[in-house]
């Protein structure tokens, strides 16, 4: 019995397939997940984000491979060639690689040679040799000689029947299937320097030097890795193989594919027991291995390492967004932006406290105008004239002086009673140059806007990271190698998530935030801001009803996740979906108060039974879920916000010491490791074996981007930008694990990131082979998450 997609996807995901089947319903109806996880609880019995994210993922390979089944059963049918047995077969396939595995001896290609050889009739000589291999091959080729069907002599009878044969067995589906999967788990990976390219001290090749000679098996590969050599092949400084079995333990050499091609030869029933024709077969076994089916394992094998490698990286660049999305707001406090520059001066941007621009200019504090004390006091005036709390500082070039400056101020002023936070510099340039700035801010200049994200990127880091591509925040792993479709699918999964589980202020919202509210595109979006701009703010959710184009679906999916605040209805500012508001109602009813009363009343809302509001309509959870909100109406699930101090006098990688203990942030976390700013414009990397003295699987599970942490110096390498960390602060001074110069462990290269002002580190060209798991200890915890914006570029996509 063939199983359901509902029914298969519940088998993976551990769930009902009734849910799944829910789940399902309300996807192709145009919910969104946010909606569905958030407000039809009942209906998916409480599967949540995580889950249907998968389940839509899953959904999707599923209906597609569906659709590839239907369009190859009725290619087969158009040939005649589909009896019971093979609908059976591609029915029963289960992934899209066996599917095409049994479709290839049917799929219509170019004339091969062994299609010609069957036009020459040579086809009952290729059976006859597999057949009846106690024949002399030539005798019984002799009888198919016919040079009017190009057949000259008996040994080219042979060689048409060789490639019938090879076909044969290079197309046999269950065979390939074998094969691919013993290569897969005993195969390996290698690389080579390509000649001439072998200077491992400078130029471009330099990144690629720990995989001049290189070896290790496809399971083993991590992403970062496996994307580093791809990235190194591309650039034409190595050379990849792919090899069907990895070096014995007690070998020195690579044994031979002997063991494949005896798979293939008991596949077909070819031995040698010293019959005429046993050695013309083995030769064409042979044949079949070495030029047809080795080559097309290794082009599946280098599809299924680059999937296998990009989903990782996918995943990482997702948490890594998400955990910035999510870092601590500042909240609404007037902030000063500065946009650092030497030669072009340092960009200047106050913004209060609902992000709206109320002073700008631009200073020359530093070389070569060094107009130091004339900047101080421009700042001075613009703190004190618009009350500002927060000094945000941009930490591209010339940041620490900047810093520095900053600080002077905070010293010199003690009563304007200001904080300064470094604050990442990443998209912003982008962000200055669109269309959306341009539009935002019309009269400002593109270097100004930089200054201006910079400061509302402290006060609120999701609402003004959603104007920016999330490709050029600049937190994953090779994204410029990643396929555009999978990782702009996952990242926007993502956004969308984190704006919905956050909510958005209606009346506040650019447009780029509103377009990633559940139901909401970028037109509705943009509807919404003209009909706020042209009719004032709005003062219920109904009256978003009035809004061009937003009809009762979007209504329904957008409502409860948009806020507005000091409306006619208190309700409109919480979570609580209006098709929910006759639940409050007759809470507020039992407790004889009224719904701004009821509302963070802890011990009223505890007073109420969930139990005796639920309804066909509403059950337990979606009541639970409004107890909940009305105990804490509006609560934000973003962290508190906090900042990270740098070490004074610590400003360059010159300036670091083996053994000296720092505060930084974390702004990026690889598969190999975490990096941190430790305020000298270039990260430090803490390799995953320098992170614990238990075994760290993943490096998320110690820190996460925007945590402020306190690492040690491990080792500095000034002519390569290389600055290696430990979260072991008793660690004794020494080189770590993940740079020993013997290559042991190879850490990621630091390296600088392409593109405007981006810097950072890592491009994780350089992954460990041989990590070991540290001693035994307790897992260092990380200080808490870190100021709000704490985005470094990490330049992994470089």
């Not at 290729?126 to 040994?155: E, I, Q, Y």
């Not at 941009?394 to 520095?404: C, I, L, P, V, Y």
Request: aromatic share 4%.
């Amino acid at each position: 019995m063939t199983t359901s997609i509902e029914g298969r996807i519940a088998g993976e995901l551990g769930v009902r397939e009734r849910q799944v089947k829910a789940a399902v319903e309300l996807l192709d109806g145009g919910s969104t997940v946010p909606f569905i996880a958030r407000y039809r609880k009942e209906a998916t019995e409480m599967l949540d984000d995580a889950q249907l994210r998968t389940l839509e993922e899953r959904l999707r390979y599923l209906r597609e491979l569906e659709e590839r089944r239907t369009a190859i059963l009725e290619s087969v049918r158009e040939q005649g060639k589909l009896d019971e047995a093979l609908e059976a077969q591609i029915r029963a396939a289960d992934t899209k690689s066996r599917l095409e595995d049994i479709y290839l001896p049917f799929k219509p290609k170019r004339r091969t040679k062994a299609q010609i050889a069957r036009e020459a009739g040579l086809e009952p000589l290729a059976d006859d040799r597999l057949n009846n291999p106690s024949v002399d091959p030539l005798t019984a080729a002799a009888a198919f000689v016919d040079t009017d069907k190009g057949v000259a002599d008996a040994a080219a009878a042979l060689d048409g029947a060789r490639a019938i044969l090879t076909e044969r067995f290079s197309e046999d589906a269950d065979l390939i299937g074998e094969l691919r999967e013993r290569m897969w788990t005993r195969g390996r990976l290698t690389a080579k320097v390509r000649e001439g390219k072998g200077n491992a001290t400078e130029g471009p090749a330099a990144k690629f030097a720990d995989y001049f000679d290189f070896a290790e098996a496809f399971t083993a590969l991590p992403s970062h890795r496996m994307l580093a050599l791809f990235r190194g092949e591309k650039e034409e400084v190595l050379d990849l193989s792919l090899e069907p079995e990895a070096a014995d333990a007690d070998a020195d050499a690579l044994p031979g594919p002997s063991a494949y091609e005896n798979m293939v030869a008991r596949r077909f029933g070819v031995a040698d027991r010293g019959r005429p024709g046993d050695k013309w077969l083995g030769d064409t076994v042979r044949w079949a291995w070495r030029t047809r089916i080795l080559v097309h394992l290794g082009i599946d094998l280098r599809l299924r390492l680059r999937t296998a490698a990009e989903d990782e990286a996918v995943r990482v660049f997702a948490s890594n967004l998400r955990d910035l999305l999510l870092a601590a707001p500042a909240g609404t406090r007037a902030t000063l932006g500065l946009d650092p520059g030497f030669r072009t001066g340092v960009k200047v941007a106050v913004v209060d406290a609902t992000g709206k621009v109320v002073g700008i200019d631009t200073i020359y504090p530093h070389v070569p105008a060094n107009k130091w004390d004339e900047s101080l006091a421009k700042l001075a005036r613009l703190c004190a004239e618009h009350s500002v709390d927060l000094i945000a500082i941009g930490n591209g070039t010339a940041s620490r002086e900047t810093d520095k400056l900053a600080g002077e101020l905070i010293t010199k002023h003690p009563e304007l009673k200001l904080t300064k936070v470094m604050v990442s510099e990443a998209g912003a340039s982008v962000y200055s140059a669109s269309a959306f700035a341009s539009q935002e801010l019309p009269d400002l200049d593109v270097s100004i806007r930089g200054a201006v994200s910079i400061a509302r990127r402290l006060q609120d880091p999701l609402a003004e990271l959603v104007k920016i591509d999330p490709k050029s925040i600049g937190v994953g792993q090779y994204q410029h190698d990643l396929s555009e479709v999978k990782l702009s699918r996952s990242l926007d999964a993502v956004v969308e998530d984190c704006v919905n589980g956050v909510g958005v202020d209606v009346n506040t919202a650019s447009a780029p935030l509103l377009s990633r509210v559940s139901g909401i595109g970028a037109g509705l979006a943009e509807n919404i801001v003209a009909h706020r701009d042209s009719n004032g703010p709005f003062r219920s959710r109904r009256a978003l009803k009035d809004v061009a184009r937003l009809g009762p679906k979007a209504y329904e999916q957008c409502a409860g996740f948009l806020r507005i605040r000091d409306g006619d209805d208190p309700l409109d500012a919480s979570s609580v979906h209006p098709e929910a508001y006759p639940v409050v109602r007759a809470m507020v009813k039992t407790t004889g108060s009224e719904v701004a009363a009821l509302m963070g009343n802890a011990a009223a809302v505890r007073s109420l039974r969930p139990a005796d509001f639920v309804s066909d309509a509403f059950g337990l959870p979606t009541v639970t879920d409004i107890l909940r909100e009305l105990e804490k109406p509006g609560r934000d699930p973003r962290p508190a916000f906090k900042t990270a101090t740098f070490k004074d006098g610590v400003e360059k990688i010159g300036d670091l010491t083996t053994g000296m203990v720092l505060e930084g942030v974390v702004t990026n976390v690889a598969a190999f490791g975490a990096f941190v700013d430790v305020g000298v414009h270039q990260d430090g990397l803490v390799h995953v074996s320098a992170m614990s003295r238990t075994f760290v699987k993943d490096p998320r599970d110690v820190v996460k981007p925007g945590d402020v942490v306190r690492v040690k110096v491990r080792e500095v390498d000034i002519p390569r930008k290389r600055i290696s960390l430990t979260l072991r602060l008793d660690d004794e001074e020494q080189p770590p694990a993940g740079g020993a110069s013997d290559g042991s462990d190879r850490a990621p290269q630091q390296r600088r990131g392409g593109g405007g002002k981006q810097r950072g580190s890592g491009g994780g060209d350089r992954g460990g082979a041989k990590r070991q798991p540290p001693a035994k200890s307790a897992k260092p915890a990380p200080t808490n998450s870190a100021m709000a914006d704490a985005l470094r570029r990490a330049g992994l996509g470089g």
